[in-house]
């Protein structure tokens, strides 16, 4: 499984959960791939993203099975993640 994170530089919000994100990696072992929403822009049509951002959509192989788009907290992450069955990172 992994995530597609996208965002844009000149977005607050993305900037915001651009650490919170750092947080839940420094954690969890997930597969991201990140696109900007601007220098990205053929790749990021086809996840259709709508209009508000980050959006975070979580792939199991080529399919999504969850989406989240705007800002959320740490621990509504770290919930979802969990609900997916990603696993935490052997220290």
Request: glycine content about 4%; hydrophobic content about 40%.
């Amino acid at each position: 499984m992994k995530v597609i994170k996208i965002t844009a530089i000149w977005c607050s919000a993305c900037l915001i959960m651009n650490n919170t994100w750092k947080k839940v990696l420094e954690k969890y072992d997930i597969e991201t791939v990140d696109l900007d929403l601007d220098m990205n822009e053929d790749e990021v049509k086809k996840y259709q993203p709508g209009s508000t951002l980050p959006v975070f959509i979580f792939m199991d192989k080529e399919k999504e099975v969850k989406r989240i788009t705007g800002e959320v907290t740490y621990q509504e992450l770290i919930k979802l993640i969990e609900e997916l069955g990603f696993s935490e990172k052997i220290s």
